[in-house]
């Protein structure tokens, strides 16, 4: 059997699962480079197992790749598999709900401090020959929203529990009120955490509900407020985004997703926005237990056993 590895780089966070990979008695064929949509199909079709990452698996793909029993992503998003046609055609697909989490919830921490206290902002203004002496605040200082109170979302809390924030808002379709008590949530809906929050932090799924949930009636009754996404770029809606800043609603603006990656659109001219390149589960424990937990899945379907993540019923 093939196994295609789509994830580059892969194995530089520790040996294990290349080392099981190549234990398999499987023929494994890694990709050279990050694949565009393009590469994808011709990296895909004589594969029986796929070890993936963010490029697109749409019905089309499936369809034509007649030996395919497994697509294990490593990461949580499964915004780019079409799981509907995985699901006819008899494909498994697995993925990794934990390993991520703290890796993605201590990036938001850090674009949390760099925001309330203009660290990038500095920088750039140092390196450009000013001295521009940034007045910035306390997390304490700081309602702070949580918009989806997931694993994501609830490590965030736990790691904002040290600093006091002056209040903490979460807004989730399922409230965990024994969490929420622990940790000082006071549950609101979406306009309610936009309204009455400093900084909103966003940890929602991208599905079809959540695209553009994030939109101009959100952002305009802020107050020269701060948001970050480490989510997924369609969740909030760019356009948006840019009237805000202009408009003075939003102070900046830091993401570390976008609708289309590489980004090269209107946001990165932006002098109040920060970006960076889908970095945010990037640390080496999160990218090991990533790509350790997609291959022990992706072997596990085929040697014909249940694997430890598949994902929830469609």
């Not at 202009?246 to 590489?262: H, I, N, Q, T």
């Amino acid at each position: 059997m093939l196994i295609r590895v789509n994830i580059f780089p892969f194995g530089q966070s520790g040996d294990k699962p290349s080392t099981l990979l190549h234990k398999s008695g499987h023929d494994v064929l890694y990709s050279p480079t990050r694949l565009i949509p393009e590469e994808v199909y011709h990296c895909a079709i004589d594969a029986d197992g796929i070890i993936a990452g963010t490029e697109p698996y749409p019905k089309e793909l499936i369809a034509r790749c007649p030996n395919l029993k497994v697509i294990a992503r490593v990461g949580v998003g499964l915004d780019n598999i079409d799981l509907e046609a995985c699901q006819e055609a008899g494909v498994v697909v697995t993925y990794t709900p934990d390993a991520p989490s703290l890796g993605v919830a201590e990036f938001t921490i850090g674009l949390i401090i760099d925001l309330l206290r203009g660290i990038v902002q500095s920088n750039t203004s140092v390196k450009a020959g000013q001295w521009d002496r940034i007045m910035g605040s306390l997390v304490g200082e700081n309602t702070i929203g949580i918009l989806g109170v997931g694993r994501i979302g609830k490590y965030v809390a736990r790691l904002l529990s040290p600093f006091r924030p002056k209040a903490l808002l979460g807004c989730d379709l399922t409230p965990d009120y024994t969490f929420g008590g622990e940790y000082g949530i006071e549950w609101v809906d979406r306009a309610e955490l936009f309204r009455r929050c400093n900084l909103v932090t966003v940890h929602v799924p991208l599905n079809a509900a959540n695209v553009g949930l994030v939109d101009s009636e959100e952002l305009g009754s802020m107050r020269h407020g701060y948001l970050i996404n480490t989510a997924r770029g369609p969740i909030i809606n760019e356009t948006s985004v840019l009237n805000a800043l202009d408009g003075g609603e939003l102070a900046c603006y830091a993401s570390d997703v976008f609708d289309k990656e590489p980004y090269y659109g209107p946001l990165k001219y932006h002098h109040n926005a920060i970006l960076t390149a889908h970095i945010a589960s990037s640390a080496r424990r999160s990218c090991y237990l990533m790509e350790l937990g997609a291959t022990e899945d992706c072997l596990a379907v085929l040697r014909g056993e249940e694997p430890r993540n598949p994902i929830p019923s469609i």
